[in-house]
């Protein structure tokens, strides 16, 4: 498996906006799903957006449509995150991960944690209020 390794986090004030990145080690080969979630301690991971690796087809979480765009650039091994009109309950440890065609979550759907089978370290994100 490929390391993937989140960046971009950091502090913004409400109503700003952040790019996140997470940046595959090498070809991402056997993927065919990459997404975001994010989790605040003492709760669980959270779905955020996903994206099929080669249809580019994008799936999101109904807080974050039309302030969240999830992009990849398939010649980097890139996955981001844009995320605009930030709020403070956007505050979280963002992770990417990545599903594989041999993961044992095949038939799950985009949303659930366990479809994917590689993830990130995670980066912060803080939205002030």
């Known amino acids: 498996q490929v390391q993937l390794v989140e960046s971009g986090g950091g502090l913004v004030q409400a109503g700003g906006s952040l790019r996140l990145s997470c940046a595959a080690s090498g070809p991402p080969v056997g993927v065919y799903i990459m997404g975001w979630f994010r989790q605040i301690p003492g709760k669980e991971r959270e779905f955020v957006a996903a994206?099929?690796?080669?249809?580019?087809?994008?799936y999101y979480e109904d807080s974050v449509k039309g302030r969240f765009t999830i992009s990849r650039d398939n010649a980097k091994n890139t996955l981001y995150l844009q995320m605009s009109s930030l709020k403070p309950e956007d505050t979280a440890v963002y992770y990417c991960?990545?599903?594989?065609?041999?993961?044992?979550?095949?038939?799950?759907?985009?949303?659930?944690?366990?479809?994917?089978?590689?993830w990130g370290q995670g980066t912060q994100v803080t939205v002030s209020s």
């Open positions: 991960a990545s599903g594989s065609f041999t993961g044992a979550g095949i038939a799950l759907p985009p949303s659930r944690p366990g479809k994917y089978d590689n």
């Open positions: 994206c099929m690796w080669s249809a580019g087809t994008e």
